[in-house]
T-cell receptor
Framework: QKEVEQDPGPLSVPEGAIVSLNCTYS??????FMWYRQYSRKGPELLMY????GNKEDGRFTAQVDKSSKYISLFIRDSQPSDSATYLC??????????FGAGTRLFVKA | GAGVSQSPSNKVTEKGKDVELRCDPI?????LYWYRQSLGQGLEFLIY????????KSGLPSDRFSAERTGGSVSTLTIQRTQQEDSAVYLC??????????????FGPGTRLTVL
């Protein structure tokens, strides 16, 4: 079993839809939770960063962490075609080793 | 300012050949990471440098893989006697080291390696 599980998709939604992306994990030591966005043939870029449990909002993006369920989510409101990318969740217990999910490919249709 | 750069952007090689992949981190970043990304897979951690030292090499897939970092800056990942299963995108990232917090990793565009 992988430490971090993420549905690879693809997920296809119409423009303006609310998108929900999720990851589950098994290591209760994880303290830092991140979402990266990766466009085709580019490196990942940090989108959202959360320490411990709770919610964090940044514009159209909301990250949620539920440590009791070992479950994290990223919500995208009013999705745009420019949001089409692969979204990777990532987790870290506080050291140098970050564990990434497989990534979910998202397509937002105009 | 300049981000993380990697070279070459693409590399096609024959099975059994050696390859060198280069990473130029953001100036001043003390931490440097190498990852491998295969189709449908997440980023697989390979190695981490703190300055010029690599405290943990356990992520390197085999003894055919090695990496070094010089001057606290440029890093080279070397794969000897390449195999077809080495085909992947190799990503480099750098960050500041922050006490008590996690420094944001900035990624380069990657080197796409194809072993024929």
């Amino acid at each position: 079993q992988k430490e971090v599980e993420q549905d690879p998709g693809p997920l296809s939604v119409p423009e303006g839809a609310i998108v929900s992306l999720n990851c589950t994990y098994s290591n209760s030591a994880f303290q830092y939770f991140m979402w990266y966005r990766q466009y085709s043939r580019k490196g990942p870029e940090l989108l959202m960063y959360t320490y411990s449990s709770g919610n964090k909002e940044d514009g159209r993006f909301t990250a949620q962490v539920d440590k009791s369920s070992k479950y994290i989510s990223l919500f995208i409101r009013d999705s745009q075609p420019s949001d089409s990318a692969t979204y990777l969740c990532a987790m870290n217990p506080g050291g140098f080793k970050t564990i990434f999910g497989a990534g979910t490919r998202l397509f937002v249709k105009a | 300012g300049a981000g993380v750069s990697q070279s070459p952007s693409n590399k096609v090689t024959e099975k059994g050949k050696d390859v060198e992949l280069r990473c130029d981190p953001i100036s001043g970043h003390t931490a440097l990471y190498w990852y491998r990304q295969s189709l449908g897979q997440g980023l697989e951690f390979l190695i981490y440098f703190q300055g010029n030292s690599a405290p943990d090499k356990s992520g390197l897939p085999s003894d055919r893989f090695s990496a070094e970092r010089t001057g606290g800056s440029v890093s080279t990942l070397t794969i000897q006697r390449t195999q077809q299963e080495d085909s992947a995108v190799y990503l480099c990232a750098s960050s500041f080291l922050l006490a008590g917090a996690l420094g944001e990793q900035f990624f380069g565009p990657g080197t796409r390696l194809t072993v024929l």
